[in-house]
T-cell receptor
Framework: GAVVSQHPSRVICKSGTSVKIECRSLDFQATTMFWYRQFPKQSLMLMATSNEGSKATYEQGVEKDKFLINHASLTLSTLTVTSAHPEDSSFYIC????????????FGDGTRLSIL | SQQGEEDPQALSIQEGENATMNCSYKTSINNLQWYRQNSGRGLVHLIL?????REKHSGRLRVTLDTSKKSSSLLITASRAADTASYFCATATDSWGKLQFGAGTQVVVTP
C-alpha cells in the first residue's frame, strides 16, 4: 500500500518551455504532498508543501511564480516549472503523507528534468 | 536548510559485514525517519522512530534515538550487495510532517 506515482520520469526540453510534473497517490488520499529538488550527490531540498484545496506553502528562496503547484484533488498534485532554463535542470521528487501524524512520507520515483 | 548531519559521508563494506551510520540534528523533533535511495530513484521509507522511543527494529535494520544528544544511528546487519544505496535521516518537527533531510551516507556493499 501507500504507492505514489510520479510522471514523467524524464523530460528533456528546450529553454523557455514550461514543464508539468504530476504526482499521484494511487491507493490512499493525501491531504498533503511535498515537492523536493535534488542536485547530484546531494540531499533533498524541500521546495513546497502542497495542500489539497488551498495554496501551496513555499520554502524560503523558492520562487512561487517559477514553480507553480496545484493540488486539485486528494490524489493529485502537479508542479509546473514555468519558462524553464538550464539552471532549472535537476531531479524533482514528490511525496505524499497520510493524514494522521507520525506517519512516513511515501515518495514518487522522481523526474529527471534536463533543459537544453 | 538541512537540520540533520550524517556521518560517514561514504561507507564501503563487504557482504556480511555490518554498516553503521549516524545522524545528528539541532532542534526538538516529533519523529526521526530513515530512508534509502537507490541511484536515480525516489526514496524508500525504512523506519520511523518517535521522539519518545529509544530503539526500533525492522528485519536487519536497527535504529536508535538519543534525544538528549540529538542523535540517531542506523545499523544494517549482515549487509548484502542489494543494500548498496544512499541512506538519509530526516526529522519531522511540525504538525504538517515536513521533513528536513540530512546530507546522506552513501553505502557500497561489495560481494
Amino acid at each position: 500500500g501507500a504507492v505514489v506515482s510520479q510522471h514523467p520520469s524524464r523530460v528533456i526540453c528546450k529553454s523557455g518551455t514550461s514543464v508539468k510534473i504530476e504526482c499521484r497517490s494511487l491507493d490512499f488520499q493525501a491531504t498533503t504532498m511535498f515537492w523536493y529538488r535534488q542536485f547530484p550527490k546531494q540531499s533533498l531540498m524541500l521546495m513546497a508543501t502542497s495542500n489539497e484545496g488551498s495554496k501551496a506553502t513555499y520554502e524560503q528562496g523558492v520562487e512561487k511564480d517559477k514553480f507553480l503547484i496545484n493540488h486539485a484533488s486528494l490524489t493529485l498534485s502537479t508542479l509546473t516549472v514555468t519558462s524553464a532554463h538550464p539552471e532549472d535542470s535537476s531531479f524533482y521528487i514528490c511525496s505524499a503523507r497520510l493524514k494522521t501524524s507520525n506517519q512516513p512520507q511515501h515518495f514518487g520515483d522522481g523526474t529527471r528534468l534536463s533543459i537544453l | 536548510s538541512q537540520q540533520g548531519e550524517e556521518d560517514p559521508q561514504a561507507l564501503s563494506i563487504q557482504e556480511g559485514e555490518n554498516a553503521t551510520m549516524n545522524c545528528s540534528y539541532k532542534t526538538s523533533i516529533n519523529n526521526l525517519q530513515w530512508y534509502r535511495q537507490n541511484s536515480g530513484r525516489g526514496l524508500v521509507h525504512l523506519i520511523l522512530i518517535r521522539s519518545n522511543e529509544r530503539e526500533k527494529h525492522s528485519g536487519r535494520l536497527r535504529v536508535t534515538l538519543d534525544t538528549s544528544k540529538k542523535s540517531s544511528s542506523l545499523l544494517i546487519t549482515a549487509s548484502r550487495a542489494a543494500d548498496t544505496a544512499s541512506y538519509f535521516c530526516a526529522t519531522a518537527t511540525d504538525s504538517w510532517g515536513k521533513l528536513q533531510f540530512g546530507a546522506g551516507t552513501q553505502v557500497v556493499v561489495t560481494p
